[in-house]
């Protein structure tokens, strides 16, 4: 191992959030910083003690390439249409040696040289530096070379060579398949590839998803169309009111609201029976107003909640919907009234998700792709892990809506539909 390399890599590229997954894993003391996180684990990596070293090099590497697939990352979520054969992505992971490109201690990162030709002359494509296993789940970890707006110490624009780190990750228990990266800042262009749009990144991913797909085969995906009523359903469950004094109210009053209404067309010269779009819009108006009022005067019951809605989005830029208060977020008063109104009258495609677990909450954006949705966090630290609860709830929804499809498909061939 080339340390000097390794210690480059670690102060340009890792947080010190970073470590404390193979810290707090062998119990190794947390350090006050990163510099001296750095110096603990070399230490536990090369000191022999008695027998052998606290954590192998095997493991320190397997860690090295694997650490940057937290932090404030992109995540977008392909469907696939198959699953990948289990006997395939395990031969690939028994054989990783051979498929690994380069090293990460092989790469000297010091890309003070305005020569960029002479920064990291052995990162001119995108590498393979390794493959991850955790039960059947497989994550394929590349880098790439990147170019980056920068200045030099007197104030004058440059471009930089950087590394660019992505992580694949498949399973052969199910038909996803993430692309996970770090949305570098000031970016021009990786592996000379380049952005869609200033915020679009669509095109980095598929870049690096068909990299794996040299890897996997030509696996085809499946176009995330049910992501607007995924992220529907989403924000009705989370802000719903839990509270069933104003259930049953609503429900008690569903008919005085469409007689009040047919009653008030009537009066201003609107036939209800011929307008019904207006008439139904209208009781649906009415009934929103309504149950905002039960909300004010009963209140939210509060059951375990861990998902607030702080922003809503529908139609790309139509009608967007932001909440400062952490405590109503989507639930209550005058930006919950809008933002209802708006999901009945068009399709969400982004929706901005606050997530609780214990004394932290992680603020997401789920948006919608063509080839594949995005989950990205909004400028924290987010472990994999959490995303993948978000990842799971869509999912959830994904199946529910596309059940549904096939049952009212087989129905129309004839099938008869359970009522259970």
Same mark, same amino acid.
């Given at each position: 191992?080339?340390?000097?390399?390794?210690?480059?890599?670690?102060?340009?590229?890792?947080?010190?959030?970073?470590?404390?997954?193979?810290?707090?894993k062998?119990r190794?003391?947390?350090?006050?910083?990163?510099k001296?996180?750095?110096e603990? &684990?070399? +230490?536990?990596?090369?000191?022999? %003690?008695?027998?052998?070293?606290?954590?192998?090099?095997?493991?320190?590497?397997?860690?090295?390439?694997?650490?940057?697939?937290?932090?404030n990352?992109?995540?977008?979520?392909?469907?696939?249409?198959? @699953?990948?054969?289990?006997? $395939?992505?395990?031969?690939?992971y028994?054989?990783?040696?051979?498929?690994?490109?380069? @090293?990460?201690?092989?790469?000297?990162?010091?890309?003070?040289?305005?020569?960029?030709?002479?920064?990291?002359?052995?990162?001119?494509?995108?590498?393979?530096?390794?493959?991850?296993?955790?039960?059947?789940?497989?994550?394929?970890s590349?880098?790439?070379?990147?170019?980056v707006? /920068?200045?030099?110490?007197?104030?004058?624009?440059?471009?930089?060579?950087?590394? =660019?780190?992505?992580?694949?990750?498949?399973?052969?228990?199910?038909?996803?398949?993430?692309?996970? =990266?770090?949305?570098t800042?000031?970016?021009?262009?990786?592996? +000379?590839?380049? @952005?869609?749009?200033?915020?679009?990144?669509?095109?980095?991913? +598929?870049? =690096?998803?068909?990299?794996?797909?040299?890897?996997?085969?030509?696996?085809?995906?499946?176009?995330?169309?049910?992501?607007p009523?995924?992220?529907?359903?989403?924000?009705?469950?989370?802000?719903?009111?839990?509270?069933?004094?104003?259930?049953q109210?609503?429900?008690?009053?569903?008919?005085?609201?469409?007689?009040?209404?047919t009653?008030?067309?009537?009066?201003? +010269?609107?036939?209800?029976?011929?307008?019904?779009?207006?008439?139904?819009?209208?009781?649906?108006?009415?009934? &929103?107003?309504?149950?905002?009022?039960?909300?004010?005067?009963y %209140?939210?019951?509060?059951?375990?909640?861990?998902f607030?809605?702080?922003?809503?989005?529908?139609? /790309?830029?139509?009608?967007?919907?932001?909440?400062?208060?952490?405590?109503?977020?989507?639930?209550?008063?005058?930006?919950?009234?809008?933002?209802?109104?708006s999901?009945?009258?068009?399709?969400?495609?982004? $929706?901005?998700?606050?997530?609780?677990?214990?004394?932290?909450?992680? @603020?997401?954006? !789920?948006?919608? %792709?063509?080839?594949?949705? $995005? !989950?990205?966090?909004?400028?924290?630290?987010?472990?994999?892990?959490?995303?993948?609860?978000?990842?799971?709830?869509?999912?959830?929804?994904?199946d529910?809506?596309?059940?549904?499809?096939?049952?009212?498909?087989?129905? %129309?061939?004839?099938?008869?539909?359970?009522?259970?």
């Amino acid at each position: 191992m080339n340390w000097d390399n390794i210690n480059r890599l670690l102060d340009s590229y890792t947080q010190h959030k970073h470590y404390h997954i193979i810290f707090d894993k062998y119990r190794l003391p947390r350090k006050g910083s990163s510099k001296l996180m750095a110096e603990t &684990l070399y +230490n536990a990596v090369n000191d022999k %003690g008695v027998l052998y070293s606290i954590i192998s090099r095997e493991a320190f590497y397997d860690w090295l390439t694997y650490h940057q697939i937290d932090g404030n990352n992109y995540t977008f979520v392909y469907n696939l249409q198959e @699953k990948p054969v289990e006997g $395939l992505l395990k031969n690939l992971y028994d054989n990783r040696e051979e498929l690994i490109d380069i @090293k990460l201690w092989e790469i000297n990162c010091d890309n003070e040289s305005e020569d960029l030709s002479s920064v990291m002359p052995n990162l001119d494509d995108i590498k393979l530096v390794n493959i991850h296993k955790q039960d059947m789940r497989y994550v394929f970890s590349f880098i790439a070379p990147c170019l980056v707006n /920068g200045k030099m110490e007197d104030g004058a624009q440059r471009l930089f060579k950087k590394i =660019f780190f992505a992580h694949c990750v498949i399973s052969s228990d199910n038909n996803d398949c993430k692309v996970i =990266f770090n949305p570098t800042a000031h970016l021009v262009s990786v592996n +000379n590839t380049q @952005k869609d749009r200033r915020t679009d990144w669509s095109p980095i991913a +598929n870049m =690096f998803f068909f990299r794996l797909k040299t890897y996997i085969g030509d696996i085809k995906i499946k176009a995330p169309l049910w992501i607007p009523e995924a992220l529907s359903r989403f924000v009705e469950e989370a802000t719903n009111h839990n509270n069933p004094v104003i259930t049953q109210h609503s429900f008690n009053h569903q008919d005085k609201i469409y007689d009040f209404a047919t009653e008030l067309m009537k009066e201003v +010269n609107l036939d209800p029976e011929k307008d019904q779009a207006i008439l139904m819009k209208f009781v649906q108006d009415i009934q &929103l107003s309504f149950e905002a009022q039960l909300i004010e005067k009963y %209140g939210v019951i509060h059951e375990n909640e861990v998902f607030e809605i702080f922003r809503q989005r529908s139609d /790309g830029v139509t009608h967007t919907i932001d909440v400062a208060s952490r405590e109503a977020g989507l639930r209550a008063g005058a930006a919950a009234q809008a933002a209802k109104r708006s999901r009945a009258d068009s399709d969400i495609d982004l $929706l901005g998700i606050n997530y609780k677990r214990e004394d932290r909450s992680y @603020k997401f954006l !789920v948006e919608q %792709g063509a080839d594949a949705y $995005l !989950v990205r966090g909004t400028n924290t630290f987010i472990e994999e892990e959490v995303v993948n609860i978000v990842i799971r709830k869509l999912n959830q929804y994904r199946d529910e809506i596309q059940n549904a499809a096939f049952s009212v498909d087989r129905s %129309g061939e004839g099938t008869v539909i359970s009522s259970t």
